[in-house]
């Protein structure tokens, strides 16, 4: 009731409290209050939600957005969380002990096979070989001496001034002369081949980590780690498959829908890492356990990354995707067109008279953005993508079609781009076709 009209009631009531006296006045006020609350509430009527218009025609078409079921070739895909590995890694060590004399690299460059690395106090090898050099020339002269003895013994024996014994005994001493001198010469090498080892360089090309040991301290032959070099180009991306996937795969190979990994070295892999959209980066799998651990139930496994351009550092987090199905045709949506209901999933269709029509749909993967439909749904139907809360079974909308895919649809403007600016990039839009005409 409008407040003017419940003013007019107010002093009605108050003139019947003051004249109980006249009847007919009380009955006349209280008509009016009743008539009065009676037009209150038909003008209230009128403007009621979900009230039929002026002429008691149906309420107007909901505007929604509907996109057609794409049908594709595709392949399932396996995600897994892996981790990224250098191909080669070493401690460096260094082969003689001795006292660090200086470190010869930028810690953390990357260095070619052959780099000088660290450098130790070369002087008590320099001492080593010059006793090994001495050493050597002192059993050359008794090894010398010794064959000119055994020359003239054996002279002396054709005419019979020696004993054959005597003779013997300048033959063996000739012997151990000329072992001591092999043995000699192998010192001495020894005594060279330490005194290069105290400049440690590279064993592979890489890059180089913190150096452990600074200038000044004692470092231990085969003990102390001087430092790690990691080869970075090629690397390795390893993961973990479980016993489910790992049988797939197998069952897969067996009947000839998916090669074996342990066989063929060129299944892709694609790699996206943390701050990346997507797998960009390709590579292949390139090598498989031979058992299940059986304290996890997951299976070890390994794909060969190109890295030329460095992306792939060791240690980080990484994302793996490795084709998990043979190729089958398949129909496709968006994963917004996918409604809830209690432990079910449902698209709503619409009809060739605009009503949108409840369909229970089966779920699959979702495959390069969108969602594989197993069933309830063909391919050419429409469906509505956008505005499926406010659209309920039997209700009449107004489509407008857009493309299935997301990356097909037309982007929003620019940030900071003025109002009405055209989007970035528009596709064209075809005509709707209604679900009659849809692929059957």
């Known amino acids: 009731m409008r407040p003017d009209r419940w003013k007019t009631a107010r002093v009605a009531l108050r003139e019947c409290a003051y004249s109980c006296v006249r009847p007919g006045l009380a009955a006349a006020a209280l008509l009016f209050v009743l008539a009065a609350s009676g037009c209150g509430r038909g003008d209230d009527a009128k403007g009621a939600p979900g009230a039929k218009d002026a002429k008691g025609g149906p309420p107007p078409a909901m505007p929604v957005t509907v996109a057609q079921a794409l049908e594709r070739s595709i392949n399932e895909w396996d995600e897994f969380v892996g981790r990224v590995e250098a191909i080669e890694q070493v401690e460096l060590r260094p082969r003689v002990s001795g006292y660090l004399q200086r470190v010869a690299f930028d810690q953390g460059s990357d ?49 019979g001034a020696v004993s054959r014994q005597e003779s013997d005994e300048r033959v063996s001493s000739e012997k151990d002369s000329e072992a001591a001198v092999r043995s000699a ?30 200038a ?15 080869k970075l180009n090629p690397i390795y991306v390893t993961f973990e498959a479980d016993e489910q996937v790992y049988l797939k795969y197998v069952d897969l190979a067996r009947r000839g829908e998916r090669k074996s990994s342990r066989t063929t070295r060129n299944n892709p892999v694609y790699v996206g890492l943390a701050n990346e959209e ?72 619409v009809g060739p008279d605009g009503q949108a029509l409840y369909r229970e749909a089966k779920l699959g993967p979702m495959v390069d953005g969108l969602r594989v439909i197993r069933e309830g749904l063909k391919p050419g139907e429409t469906i509505i993508v956008d505005g499926l ?31 009405g600016a055209a989007p970035e990039k528009a596709e064209a839009k075809g005509e709707m076709k209604p679900a009659a005409d849809a692929k059957k």
């Open 111 to 159: 260095v070619a096979q052959g780099t000088a690395m660290f450098l130790i106090d070369p002087e008590p090898l320099q001492v080593e070989v010059k006793r090994a050099e001495a050493e050597l020339a002192r059993v050359r002269t008794r090894f010398d001496l010794a064959r000119n003895e055994r020359a003239r013994t054996d002279k002396l024996v054709e005419s």
């Open 185 to 214: 010469e192998a010192s001495l090498a020894t005594a060279r081949l330490n005194l290069g080892y105290t400049r440690v360089v590279a064993p592979i090309s890489g890059r180089t980590g913190r150096a452990e040991v600074t």
């Open 216 to 230: 000044g301290n004692f470092v231990t032959a085969g003990q102390t780690v001087l430092t790690t070099i990691v």
């Open 278 to 349: 997507g797998f960009p980066v390709k590579g292949s799998v390139e090598f498989v356990d031979n058992r299940v651990n059986p304290q996890t139930g997951t299976i070890f496994a390994r794909a060969l990354v190109d890295n030329r351009d460095g992306r792939f550092t060791p240690g980080l987090f990484a994302r793996v995707k490795l084709v998990g199905s043979g190729t089958y045709t398949t129909t496709l949506i968006d994963d917004r067109a996918i409604g809830t209901d209690q432990n079910k999933r449902f698209v709503m269709v």
């Open 389 to 419: 809360q406010r659209v309920r079974p039997g209700m009449t909308v107004k489509p407008t079609l857009v493309p299935m895919d997301p990356k097909e649809r037309p982007q929003p403007p620019a940030k900071g781009a003025p109002p």
